[in-house]
């Protein structure tokens, strides 16, 4: 099979899992009648139409279900295999452009970044914390870190590990409320300004009354908050790479039992199998190995 049959089926691929050619033109790095062309190119080569296409809408032929299926595994074998030859003929290296959620920013989280500095001392990382999505196509980023149990389907997602939220307070603002009324009073919370309270059940023990919470802020910055409950503000659901250390040294306690809040799985992100950098899956591997649960 020759260079252009490959950057054909490349091209198919991108349009069928962006979902449209301006997409995959994008994605790419090309124009999006070049991405005709491409195409129009491989359904001559292979005697078959692969897309039923018009001004509004596009689709998979029976034949372009069949050969994406096999075209695709074939891609990501070639893929793999030229990877694995970069690999070997030197060590990872360049800059790694990674999102992350802000609660990123505690103690265990800069050990593991530390440590994989150890390892591949060429990669130099360039991190953004920020709970909000980001474009990792039009904003140049290699990787995005998400909390999700829906991870985008137009994107590469690989589950690296469970987080645990829990709803923690310090003693002093229990304390307070206990001298409050607490069975009728509802408990002060701080939330995330992108989530509704009606997502969090916290699991109670049935003889306890039904614990009330009152959202009386949201912020957008889980740093923040995580300062606010420090300063007796009321409650607020943490990730447990954030308040572990708190909770173990009694600084901040659990609200309402032994068990989170919630859990969402963690997972790398990334655009497309396609010449996926040494810097990069060196990276993913390193967190599979380090959090993979």
């Known amino acids: 099979m020759d260079e252009l049959d490959i950057n054909g089926i490349r091209v198919f691929r991108e349009i069928v899992e962006s979902g449209s050619f301006t997409a995959a033109a994008d994605r790419l790095g090309m124009a999006a009648s070049m991405v005709s062309k491409h195409i129009s190119r491989l359904e001559r080569k292979l005697g078959a139409r692969l897309l039923n296409r018009s001004s509004r809408s596009m689709s998979l032929t029976e034949a372009g279900k069949d050969f994406f299926a096999q075209g695709r595994q074939a891609l990501d074998i070639l893929d793999a295999a030229v990877a694995s030859v970069a690999q070997t003929s030197g060590p990872p290296r360049g800059e790694l452009k990674i999102s992350a959620p802000v609660w990123c920013a505690n103690p265990g989280f800069a050990r593991l970044l530390a440590d994989f500095r150890q390892d591949y001392p060429e990669v130099r990382l360039d991190l953004h914390l920020d709970n909000h999505m980001v474009d990792l196509v039009a904003d140049g980023f290699d990787l995005a870190l998400r909390a999700t149990d829906e991870p985008s389907s137009a994107l590469i997602a690989r589950r690296l590990c469970k987080v645990e939220f829990h709803l923690v307070a310090t003693p002093a603002y229990l304390l307070e409320r206990a001298e409050k009324a607490a069975e009728e009073a509802a ?107």
């Not at 032994?258 to 996926?276: D, H, K, T, V, W």
């Open 187 to 293: 408990m002060a919370v701080i939330l995330p300004n992108y989530v509704q309270l009606e997502r969090f059940r916290l699991p109670i023990q049935t003889e306890m009354p039904p614990l009330k919470l009152d959202a009386i802020m949201k912020c957008s910055d889980t740093t923040l908050s995580y300062h606010c409950v420090l300063s007796d503000m009321g409650a607020a659901f943490l990730p447990a790479w954030l308040v572990d250390d708190d909770l173990a040294s009694g600084r901040l306690q659990l609200v309402g039992g032994n068990e989170p809040g919630f859990a969402a799985n963690l997972y790398a992100i990334y655009a497309s199998r396609r010449q996926m950098p040494p810097k990069l899956r060196c990276f993913i591997d390193f967190l599979i190995d380090r959090l993979g649960d």
